[in-house]
């Protein structure tokens, strides 16, 4: 089974990147915020705790997004590969996500795309998509900072200073168009299945 992380701050494209890949492939598209949102939506426990940390512009807990993660998992024993979108987060999570794939036996991490991409065109991208699809985390200008800060702080630095994933991770510039990005990552994905 291949594994394929997109990881980058919110609004640069992932989870466009992840819906062409998925479509294209025929891997399995995990979404944390996606799932997150369905909770939310449907009002499970999960999605009411969910919720309390998404509108505030913070991480949800390792513990709680790992678990819910691990359960999706799970699911697709038989996939070909699964798409990890907004996911990890942490370097918790990067141990949690290796943990699960060697307990059953399903691979490893094969490719980290590394989305890059100015402050800027993030903020005017999540406020815009906050007027489309009205998610209250992309609405409002302090929310959006406070996400984007969280991710500077907490999220952007996970994968550094470790030599294990220097040969894993693929740096693109998020500000291409979504036929370059994603032509750049089929190329890439190609590659590694032959």
């Not at 992309?138 to 994968?159: A, F, L």
Request: hydrophobic share 40%; glycine share 6%.
């Amino acid at each position: 089974m291949i594994h394929i992380i997109l990881f980058g701050p919110p609004g640069c494209g992932k989870g466009t990147q992840a819906k062409i890949i998925s479509n294209k492939f025929g891997f399995i598209h995990l979404s944390t915020g996606m799932i997150f949102r369905d909770h939310i939506k449907r009002k499970t426990n999960l999605g009411k705790i969910a919720s309390c940390y998404i509108n505030k512009g913070i991480l949800v807990p390792d513990i709680i997004t790992t678990n819910m993660l691990n359960i999706e998992i799970q699911k697709h024993f038989k996939a070909k590969g699964i798409i990890y979108d907004g996911y990890p987060r942490t370097r918790n999570q990067i141990f949690s996500l290796e943990k699960v794939l060697k307990k059953f036996c399903l691979g490893k991490i094969n490719i980290i795309f590394y989305f890059f991409i100015q402050k800027n065109l993030i903020i005017n991208r999540l406020l815009k998509r906050g007027e489309i699809s009205h998610r209250n985390d992309d609405t409002d200008i302090i929310t959006v900072q406070r996400r984007i800060k969280e991710y500077d702080k907490e999220t952007s630095i996970i994968w550094n200073n470790n030599h294990k994933w220097e040969n894993s991770i693929i740096k693109l510039n998020a500000s291409l168009s979504v036929e370059k990005i994603s032509v750049f990552i089929e190329e890439k994905i190609i590659n590694l299945l032959f």
